[in-house]
């Protein structure tokens, strides 16, 4: 029986995976480097590193890295001004809490999440909040969900995840967690053959776990 929940955050439960790759792609142009939306997917799929492309074209480590910096103000300036909140997923998590222990498991910088989460609309339904600060190797490696099964007390039959990503799915399938993916079009060309269940959208979740 499962009674613990874990969500990944972007893709999920808010719509931020858009604003994170303009703000990449904007970095990126003042570098003089064009990051295409394909490359960008196909990188994001296993957890690359899309900055390679601007060392191989002949940016310095640190041009790459004041760049990094840049991107980050460029990304939390969406968070604060776009609008990244899905319609009905407040009252999803309300409603779920009444009956599963939840957690979100995010490869978010910890300073991005809480500008995401000011309001605490969906994260006091939380019970712990992993970001990518808290364990030693993002997704697609098991380590955050393996760290979120340590945190509950519980074994991997007795929880389930939600992820929008092959490489999110792939940390749960490496720590054996049944994993439902929900559909984003950000991420319809991922390979989500491996997904224990799929989803249209997180209202699916509720009927899905009463089988």
């Known amino acids: 029986m499962k009674n613990v929940i874990l969500f990944d955050n972007d893709g999920v439960l808010v719509e931020t995976e858009l604003w994170y790759f303009r703000a990449n792609e904007k970095a990126m142009k003042e570098l003089g480097v064009t990051l295409e ?12 590193n899309w900055w390679e492309l601007a060392l191989q074209q002949g940016v310095t480590m640190d041009e790459v ?4 910096e840049r991107r980050s103000r460029y990304y939390q300036h969406y968070l604060r001004t776009e609008d990244i909140y899905i319609d009905g997923v407040e009252e999803i998590i309300k409603e779920l809490a009444e009956s599963y222990r939840m957690g979100i498991v995010t490869t978010s910088r910890r300073v991005d999440f809480e500008i995401i989460h000011h ?7 939380m019970e712990y909040i992993l970001c990518e600060e808290d364990y030693p190797r993002a997704k697609p490696y098991p380590d955050p969900y393996l760290k979120a099964l340590e945190l509950f007390g519980v074994s991997a039959d007795q929880a ?3 992820e929008d990503s092959q490489r999110g799915l792939s940390a749960a399938v490496s720590a054996e967690i049944e994993c439902a993916v929900v559909k984003n079009d950000f991420t319809a060309s991922h390979d989500f053959s491996s997904a224990t269940y799929r989803l249209e959208s997180l209202k699916e979740l ?3 776990l009463k089988r």
């Open 160 to 162: 389930i995840v939600v």
């Open 119 to 125: 309001a605490k609309k969906l994260t006091r339904h």
């Open 206 to 208: 509720k009927s899905l």
């Open 65 to 68: 890295n004041l760049a990094r």
């Open 37 to 48: 939306l394909e490359y960008y997917l196909e990188l994001m799929k296993h957890g690359g």
